[in-house]
T-cell receptor, first 109, second 113 residues
Framework: SQQGEEDPQALSIQEGENATMNCSYK?????LQWYRQNSGRGLVHLIL?????REKHSGRLRVTLDTSKKSSSLLITASRAADTASYFC?????????FGKGTTLSVSS | NAGVMQNPRHLVRRRGQEARLRCSPM?????VYWYRQLPEEGLKFMVY????????ESGMPKERFSAEFPKEGPSILRIQQVVRGDSAAYFC???????????FGPGTRLTVT
């Protein structure tokens, strides 16, 4: 069964705007990770947030985690055309990562 | 520090042949994971290995698929008697600890004709 579900499935914005993606999951976790995948390429690790953390920043990325609601959000500020990609959340209830189907972000210039 | 290496990047096999996919983890990483990604889908966990041990193979099909991570050399994902449904991108990831970030290789895209 799907552990992580991203929302929305697709998002189109203009350069300079902020992009927010949400992820919901079902079981308790050790950590939650966000990845980016450009079309036909491998995954790039963006950020890991542990179950005892509520918010984390990395450059233009801001991730929040609400374990009571079993949800996380990824905010990309001041988006660029190069941010166009699919974004996946992955939860780690145990050893394996469980991925959602991703949010496809399109940033137009 | 080289990242996770996978080879080949593209592999074409006819139905019934064997596919061998290789993964060299990042230096210092002893945990290796294999995932499969079907078109327009997220990644699905297959197997988790440490040196010479399979720790979790709950995502691996029971038949035709096997994985190893020998003491020396890369981790190998082996698919025997491939079928068209095995066509997918296979990603390997490694981590220094089981609860740390997993870093992914570029993937092997398997096409079964």
């Amino acid at each position: 069964s799907q552990q992580g579900e991203e929302d929305p499935q697709a998002l189109s914005i203009q350069e300079g705007e902020n992009a927010t993606m949400n992820c919901s999951y079902k079981t308790s976790i050790n950590n939650l990770q966000w990845y980016r995948q450009n079309s036909g390429r491998g995954l790039v690790h963006l950020i890991l947030i542990r179950s005892n953390e509520r918010e984390k920043h990395s450059g233009r990325l801001r991730v929040t985690l609400d374990t009571s609601k079993k949800s996380s959000s990824l905010l990309i500020t001041a988006s660029r055309a190069a941010d166009t990609a699919s974004y996946f959340c992955a939860t780690a209830p145990a050893t394996a990562l469980i991925f959602g189907k991703g949010t496809t972000l399109s940033v137009s210039s | 520090n080289a990242g996770v290496m996978q080879n080949p990047r593209h592999l074409v096999r006819r139905r019934g042949q064997e596919a061998r996919l290789r993964c060299s983890p990042m230096k210092g990483h002893s945990h290796v994971y294999w995932y499969r990604q079907l078109p327009e889908e997220g990644l699905k966990f297959m197997v988790y290995l440490q040196k010479e041990n399979i720790i979790d193979e709950s995502g691996m099909p029971k038949e035709r698929f096997s994985a190893e991570f020998p003491k020396e050399g890369p981790s190998i994902l082996r698919i025997q008697q491939v079928v068209r449904g095995d066509s997918a991108a296979y990603f390997c990831a490694s981590s220094s600890d089981v609860v740390d970030e997993q870093y992914f290789g570029p993937g092997t895209r398997l096409t079964v004709t």
